[in-house]
């Protein structure tokens, strides 16, 4: 209690002093410029250093782009996403009743196929090689088994480029692969721990969700050396959506992150960070959380080794061939 409290007091007392430099932590625009694209920054990253040590930038209902101020929680394409560095995608999916069809939905407005979007992540992945992404599926609908059976068949069958194991991976095991990480509903892949609590995203003011996130953070610090760790930065309330929080709430999450960065006490890690409506900014100061010479590796060409072996051709998913099987267990 004493230690959140201190943080939070020194990224209070520092956050004017931080400001000028360190960018913004919101943006709602659509398009992102080419010069904040950092395709390949975990290239740096030592191949025998576990996935849950890297502090990795993600985003929250990562393609919800759409319904409406109270809805829509980003601003970016998940092509956009990728490019700009984001590495953990947090998406709900739901079975079609009469199709072997899953769609990625919030409540009840369709965004995209699921096929679709392992097919984006998988072109990406192909194409940089050093990079790995991680994959959050919550089930949802009235045919939530057969979704996850679905879900199954469909990674059965590109089985070189996704990571299931309970156990976390370490960077060699996870370049170019989808790591997917285990939901509160659907036990499929890498565990995590998860330091969200009943009511945390709940919006009450600015302060309260400062230290609500200093708190997930100083968790996430004691805990990311061996095991995944997801804070979540998002928070909505009566009448006030996921946009209206994120321009309050990510400039401060940004000066605390260069706070944090900065300090005397620079964390190893700090898991993963989820957020809507991010800032290349604030992705930026994520990233230097693993050390600022990866800030600029997405700049450099990747040289493969003489020995590099060619990279695996993903089988794009077709849904009308995926049929279910009765033996597999969700």
């Not at 070189?160 to 996870?174: D, I, N």
């Not at 968790?219 to 990311?224: L, P, Q, S, W």
Request: charged letters at 20%.
């Amino acid at each position: 209690m004493v230690i959140r409290h201190i943080i939070l007091f020194i990224f209070l007392f520092r956050m004017f002093t931080t400001a000028c430099g360190s960018g913004t932590g919101f943006s709602d625009d659509s398009k992102l410029n080419e010069n904040s694209f950092k395709e390949k920054w975990m290239q740096s990253i030592p191949d025998d250093k576990l996935l849950s040590a890297v502090t990795i930038p993600g985003t929250h209902e990562s393609l919800t782009l759409y319904g409406g101020p109270l809805i829509q929680c980003q601003a970016w394409t998940l092509e956009n996403q990728l490019n700009a560095g984001l590495r953990y995608f947090n998406i709900r999916v739901e079975a079609s009743i009469f199709h072997n069809i899953l769609d990625v939905m919030d409540g009840h407005i369709k965004h995209i196929k699921f096929h679709e979007v392992l097919n984006i992540l998988w072109e990406f992945l192909d194409k940089h090689s050093s990079e790995t992404v991680l994959l959050k599926v919550t089930l949802q609908g009235m045919n939530m088994k057969k979704a996850g059976k679905l879900i199954q068949k469909m990674t059965e069958n590109s089985q070189a480029k996704v990571w299931t194991k309970t156990l976390v991976p370490k960077m060699h095991e996870a370049r170019g692969k989808i790591i997917f990480v285990q939901s509160t509903n659907f036990n499929f892949g890498t565990l995590n721990h998860d330091t969200f609590f009943i009511g945390d995203n709940t919006f009450k003011d600015l302060e309260d969700k400062i230290q609500i996130i200093t708190k997930h953070l100083t968790e996430a610090k004691e805990n990311c050396a061996h095991a995944i760790v997801l804070t979540d930065s998002i928070a909505t309330a009566i009448f006030i959506g996921p946009k209206s929080v994120a321009r309050l709430v990510n400039d401060q999450l940004n000066m605390l992150i260069v706070t944090l960065k900065t300090g005397p006490d620079k964390p190893d890690c700090l898991g993963v960070i989820s957020m809507d409506f991010p800032s290349p900014d604030i992705i930026q100061n994520i990233i230097e959380i693993n050390g600022e010479t990866l800030s600029d590796s997405s700049k450099q060409p990747v040289e493969p080794g003489p020995e590099e072996p060619a990279p695996v051709e993903p089988t794009p998913i077709d849904p009308s061939q995926v049929e279910p099987e009765p033996k597999l267990k969700f």
